[in-house]
C-alpha cells in the first residue's frame, strides 16, 4: 500500500508543477517562496523563469504531500480488518 501513496504523491506532484509552471499564481507557491527572503531572477530553466520554477515545485511538493495525507487517511479508515484463522 506504500507504493500506491508513492504513485498518488508522484502524479499529484507532476500535476501542480506543471499548472503552476503555466498559472504561477497558483498559491501557496508564490509566498512560500517570498517568504524565504530569495530573490527574484530572470535566469531560465527549462524555458521558464527559475523564480516560476522553484514556486512550482514548492506547490508540487505541498499539494502531493496533502494528497498523500488524504489518500492514506481514506486507506485506513477503508481498509478491512484482517482476520486470523482458526
Known amino acids: 500500500m506504500r507504493a500506491a501513496g508513492a504513485i498518488v504523491f508522484i502524479i499529484v506532484f507532476v500535476i501542480f508543477l506543471i499548472a503552476t509552471l503555466y498559472f504561477p499564481d497558483i498559491p501557496p507557491g508564490k509566498a512560500v517562496y517570498g517568504a524565504i527572503g530569495v530573490p ?8 521558464f523563469p527559475a523564480t516560476t520554477f522553484i514556486e512550482a515545485v514548492f506547490n508540487g511538493a505541498i499539494y502531493g504531500i496533502v494528497a498523500w495525507i488524504i489518500f492514506t487517511i481514506a486507506s485506513k ?8 484463522p482458526h
Not at 40 to 47: M, P
Not at 77 to 84: F, L, R
Open 77 to 84: 479508515i477503508t481498509a478491512k480488518p484482517k482476520t486470523k
Open 40 to 47: 527574484e531572477t530572470n535566469y531560465l530553466i527549462v524555458g
